[in-house]
């Protein structure tokens, strides 16, 4: 009876103490993307997530400003196909055009898909630039960045050519 009395005192301090923690968290802190293969596992003992190959493209966390890529952060927008990643001009959705994008007139093997990260909100595409990207064989989706960067790792673990040009979650319009 004493350690359940103990138990009953302590657990509105944990309880305080976690709320205390959680709300102690800000935006501009690194947070970590979701996955569903590690959601779906039948094995809580073996991460399927950390064995990613070297050579893959796995988005980790976001911050406002930039991403963490393969344990690496980086600042700025980006421009993951395949399995390189180079940083973006664009700083923001206007400044996505067709030339910015033009890297995918010449690239092969050709990407399945182009997922855009728009930045913290889904954004409505140009027709042009939705013409251009139809245009070179590939298929386009406009996501908030943080679902694109967690769209990309999936398509990722499935083994599909997949690119992802997204800005940072800052990014509004």
Do not use: H, W
């Given at each position: 009876m004493a350690v359940r009395g103990r138990a009953v005192e302590t657990l509105p301090k944990l309880i305080r103490s976690l709320r205390?923690?959680?709300l102690s968290l800000t935006r501009t802190q690194a947070q970590v993307l979701p996955s569903l293969r590690r959601a779906f596992s039948l094995y809580d003992q073996i991460n399927l997530i950390d064995n990613v190959p070297e050579d893959q493209i796995r988005f980790q966390g976001y911050t406002d400003t930039g991403f963490t890529v393969n344990g690496v952060k980086y600042e700025g927008s980006l421009l993951c196909v395949g399995n390189l990643l180079t940083s973006w001009g664009p700083h923001k959705f206007s400044e996505i055009t067709p030339e910015s994008l033009s890297i995918f007139?010449?690239?092969?093997?050709?990407?399945e898909i182009l997922i855009l990260g728009c930045g913290r909100y889904i954004e409505p595409v140009d027709p042009e630039l939705r013409h251009f990207i139809r245009s070179t064989g590939i298929k386009?989706?406009?996501?908030?960045?943080?679902?694109a960067a967690s769209t990309c790792n999936i398509l990722n673990e499935e083994g599909r050519i997949v690119a992802a040009a997204l800005l940072p979650y800052r990014v509004s319009s």
């Open positions: 205390k923690d959680s007139q010449i690239i092969r093997p050709i990407p386009l989706e406009a996501l908030d960045s943080r679902n």
